[in-house]
Nanobody, 121 residues
Framework: QVQLVESGGGLVQPGGSLRLSCAASGSIFSINNMGWYRQAPGKQRELVAS???????NYAGSVKGRFIISRDNAKNTVYLQMNSLKPEDTAVYYC???????????????WGQGTQVTVSS
């Protein structure tokens, strides 16, 4: 099985910064894409940023230039550096990992438990 543990959420004032981390563990043979999604109250879950195994990144337009996604392949960990935070960034943030286990032949999507980010003065 694959487990994802997220950390780094919290309360921050507008203009502040937070760094989210998501560590994958378990019987992991390989990880392909890693990403962060968010879901605000009453809204659908949306992609915030993603990064391929080769390091190519993709960002939602609303966070481009403010957020930076990165990964440490040796630690099976993905990060999201969030700068210049705005109240509209308030949401539960979920990490998502496409992982192949030793016992399988395919990559499957796995989700973290979510971490709350609140931007408020």
């Amino acid at each position: 099985q694959v487990q994802l543990v997220e950390s780094g959420g919290g309360l921050v004032q507008p203009g502040g910064s937070l760094r989210l981390s998501c560590a994958a563990s378990g019987s992991i043979f390989s990880i392909n894409n890693m990403g962060w999604y968010r879901q605000a109250p009453g809204k659908q879950r949306e992609l915030v940023a993603s990064i391929t195994s080769g390091g190519a990144t993709n960002y939602a337009g609303s966070v481009k230039g403010r957020f930076i996604i990165s990964r440490d392949n040796a630690k099976n960990t993905v990060y999201l550096q969030m700068n210049s935070l705005k109240p509209e960034d308030t949401a539960v943030y979920y990490c998502n990992v496409a992982a192949q286990e030793y016992s399988g032949s395919y990559y499957y999507s796995h989700w973290g438990q979510g971490t709350q980010v609140t931007v408020s003065s």
